[in-house]
């Protein structure tokens, strides 16, 4: 079997928010790889660090926010580390990113194709404007925007919320980027449109071979979508296996709870549907223990006193868990117990 090559990766990423409450610590040692080709799916409820990890990769972060350690390794370089110039022309060219809200993504006063042609421009200074609009159309029918030409003149209010995701998806191909992060693109969509964009984004995977970090908090569309899925909670990786895995031997309790929650089609009406229950936490004062451990319903004792490790659990599957240590309990309260 051919080893895959990582494009992004990620060692010990700690970003916090200076804010007048205190210190609000949003990522706190992440460690991850995203390899060449692949598209990797990062889950979690709001507030669990993920799109303050993907604003650390692209240095998008508020002026109050600092990346305190950690390394972001892509092409060569640590992106921590590359001057603001060095970073803008990354951005764009090497690494795009599609918002949740293209709405507020786009630039009400000037017309969609002009937008997507600036994105060209500006990477490709020499290229003429009837070059660069000439992209610009082959890219609204390679994302499928009908009546390119005349779609090329119109305003953002003027689209639909699906068509306004096609065009940032447009803007965000570009320049041919090798990582993709998509941050929660579909999450304003109903479901149709939401299929058609995710079946978008696998086909242009396969035709570009770009990378991709897509960004939701709903394990459903990473069925259909991803390669491999990274759990977070608390600012932290709770699970990381691949979407195989994680969807037939979930580890930890928080996925198992994430899986609970997706509506089936074909389930009894009449059963109602699992929430977790309780709050995340509050990330100015993080538990020293497991973040879940108060939500959890196998919460040992050790579970609010001490972080568990990262620890493997199967073939490419780690999970952040006492209940998955090789000398934890196998009594009826374990429900990783081994048969």
């Known amino acids: 079997m051919e080893t895959m090559?990582?494009?992004?990766?990620?060692?010990?990423?700690?970003?916090?928010?200076?804010?007048?409450?205190?210190?609000?610590?949003?990522?706190?040692?992440?460690?991850?790889s995203v390899n060449k080709g692949e598209i990797l799916g990062i889950v979690g409820e709001s507030g669990s660090g993920k799109s303050v990890t993907s604003m650390s990769i692209l240095r998008l972060l508020a002026d109050t926010?600092?990346?305190?350690?950690?390394?972001?390794?892509?092409?060569?370089?640590?992106?921590?580390?590359?001057?603001?110039?060095?970073?803008?022309?990354?951005?764009?060219?090497?690494?795009?990113?599609?918002?949740?809200?293209?709405?507020?993504?786009?630039?009400?006063?000037?017309?969609?194709?002009?937008?997507?042609?600036?994105?060209?421009?500006?990477?490709?200074?020499?290229r003429s404007r009837e070059d660069a609009k000439k992209e610009v159309l082959e890219l609204f029918e390679k994302v499928r925007i009908p009546e390119p030409e005349k779609r090329y003149k119109c305003f953002p209010h003027e689209f639909s919320g699906g068509m306004r995701q096609r065009v940032m998806i447009a803007m965000a191909l570009a320049n041919k980027p090798e990582l993709l992060i998509a941050d929660e693109p579909t999450t304003a969509l109903d479901v149709t449109i939401q299929d058609q964009i995710l079946k978008q984004l696998r086909e242009l995977e396969k035709e570009y071979g770009t990378s991709i970090i897509f960004i939701t908090h709903d394990l459903g569309v990473v069925a259909e979508l991803c390669d491999r899925v990274i759990v977070m909670y608390g600012g932290l990786i709770m699970e990381e296996a691949s979407i195989?895995?994680?969807?037939?031997?979930?580890?930890?309790?928080?996925?198992?709870?994430?899986?609970?929650?997706?509506?089936?089609?074909?389930?009894?009406?009449?059963?109602?549907?699992?929430?977790?229950?309780?709050?995340?936490?509050?990330?100015?004062?993080?538990?020293?223990?497991?973040?879940?451990?108060?939500?959890?319903?196998?919460?040992?004792?050790?579970?609010?006193?001490?972080?568990?490790?990262?620890?493997?659990?199967?073939?490419?599957?780690?999970?952040?868990?006492?209940?998955?240590?090789?000398?934890?309990?196998?009594?009826?309260?374990?429900?990783?117990?081994?048969?």
């Open 65 to 126: 926010a600092k990346i305190k350690e950690g390394t972001i390794s892509f092409g060569g370089e640590n992106l921590i580390e590359v001057s603001k110039k060095r970073m803008r022309q990354i951005r764009g060219e090497k690494i795009s990113m599609i918002f949740q809200d293209p709405m507020s993504s786009l630039n009400p006063l000037i017309p969609v194709g002009k937008q997507v042609e600036e994105m060209i421009r500006e990477h490709h200074p020499d």
């Open 244 to 339: 195989f895995d994680i969807f037939e031997h979930p580890g930890h309790p928080y996925t198992m709870g994430l899986l609970a929650s997706i509506p089936d089609v074909e389930q009894d009406k009449s059963v109602r549907l699992m929430p977790i229950p309780g709050s995340p936490p509050d990330m100015t004062n993080p538990p020293k223990g497991c973040p879940f451990a108060p939500r959890c319903p196998y919460a040992r004792k050790v579970c609010a006193q001490e972080l568990p490790e990262f620890v493997q659990v199967g073939e490419a599957h780690k999970t952040r868990c006492f209940l998955q240590y090789p000398d934890a309990p196998a009594d009826e309260h374990n429900p990783f117990r081994k048969q």
């Open 5 to 32: 090559e990582p494009i992004l990766k990620i060692d010990n990423l700690k970003t916090s928010f200076m804010t007048s409450n205190g210190e609000v610590q949003a990522v706190r040692g992440v460690s991850f």
